[in-house]
C-alpha cells in the first residue's frame, strides 16, 4: 500500500481581494501637543530674569543731595563723565579707577530725552559690574 502524502497546508493564501488600510487618526497627535502647550505655559516663569530693581523714594523721604557725587551724562551722541566726552570702554575703566581710590563715590546717571532705554540700561549694567554701590538715576524732563 502506498500512501500518499499530503500537501502541506497553505500558509498564506493569496486573496484577489486586497485589504483597505485604515486611516492614521491626527487626534491623538493634536492631543499631545495641546497637552504639552499648557505643560509648558503653566510651567514657564513669566518673570523677567534680567529686570533691573530700582526703587523709588517716598514722599516723605528726603532727596540726598548730589553734590560731590560723580555725573555721568547720557547723550544720543555721546556720554560724558564728569563733564569730558568718554565712550563706553573708557568709562568702565575710570569709573574702576573712582572706585578704587574713593569705595563710598556716589554716581548719578542721567539720561538726556532722546537717549534710548537700552542705552540707559547698558550704562547701568556697567556701572553696576563696575563694583559702584552708590548709584542713583536721574530723571530729565523735558520742557
Do not use: C
Not at 481581494?17 to 491623538?28: F, M, V
Not at 509648558?40 to 540726598?64: C, K, Q, Y
Request: overall charge positive.
Amino acid at each position: 500500500m502506498i500512501r500518499r502524502q499530503s500537501a502541506p497546508p497553505l500558509l498564506f493564501q493569496a486573496n484577489n481581494t486586497t485589504r483597505r488600510r485604515s486611516p492614521i487618526s491626527l487626534t491623538p497627535l493634536i492631543d499631545v501637543v495641546f497637552i504639552l502647550l499648557i505643560f509648558f505655559m503653566l510651567a514657564s516663569n513669566f518673570l523677567e530674569w534680567r529686570a533691573i530693581t530700582l526703587d523709588a523714594p517716598s514722599g516723605a523721604a528726603v532727596t540726598p543731595s548730589i553734590e560731590g557725587a560723580l555725573l555721568v551724562e547720557l547723550r544720543p551722541e555721546r556720554i560724558r563723565f564728569s563733564g569730558v566726552v568718554i565712550t563706553l570702554k573708557d568709562l568702565a575703566s575710570k569709573v574702576v579707577t573712582v572706585i578704587h581710590n574713593k569705595p563710598g563715590q556716589r554716581l548719578v546717571v542721567e539720561a538726556a530725552p532722546g537717549v534710548n532705554m537700552q542705552a540707559t540700561v547698558n550704562v547701568l549694567d556697567i556701572l553696576s559690574a563696575a563694583g559702584v554701590q552708590n548709584l542713583s538715576l536721574k530723571r530729565t524732563i523735558k520742557r
